[in-house]
Nanobody, 120 residues
Framework: QVQLVESGGGLVQPGGSLRLACAAS????????LSWFRQAPGKEREFLAL???????YYADSVKGRFAISRDNAKNTGYLQMNSLKPEDTAVYYC??????????????WGQGTQVTVSS
């Protein structure tokens, strides 16, 4: 069993930055890939980025070059650095642990989500 807790969301102005964290607990947490998704009101959950057990990364085109995913296995924590934020980035952001996949349906473990609002 893996538990995930996100933090770091909030209100930021367009062009600003935020760093989200995903604290994982459970004996097997470090053996899973960690991913970030987001969901805006009325929209489907959207894959953003993935980091494998050894640090390999993969990004959705919508965030490539603006967002950076990383993990610290010693701390059992994943991160999402978000730069050059836009109003359309406003959503609830979720971390997930599971296999190396961009399909939200394939993830067994999810955090509770953290709200990110980009507005002036």
């Amino acid at each position: 069993q893996v538990q995930l807790v996100e933090s770091g969301g909030g209100l930021v102005q367009p062009g600003g930055s935020l760093r989200l964290a995903c604290a994982a607990s459970g004996r097997t947490a470090s053996s899973y890939a960690l991913s970030w998704f987001r969901q805006a009101p009325g929209k489907e959950r959207e894959f953003l980025a993935l980091v494998g057990r050894t640090g390999s990364t993969y990004y959705a085109d919508s965030v490539k070059g603006r967002f950076a995913i990383s993990r610290d296995n010693a701390k059992n924590t994943g991160y999402l650095q978000m730069n050059s934020l836009k109003p359309e980035d406003t959503a609830v952001y979720y971390c997930a642990a599971g296999a190396v996949t961009t399909n939200a349906n394939d993830y067994a473990y999810w955090g509770q989500g953290t709200q990110v609002t980009v507005s002036s």
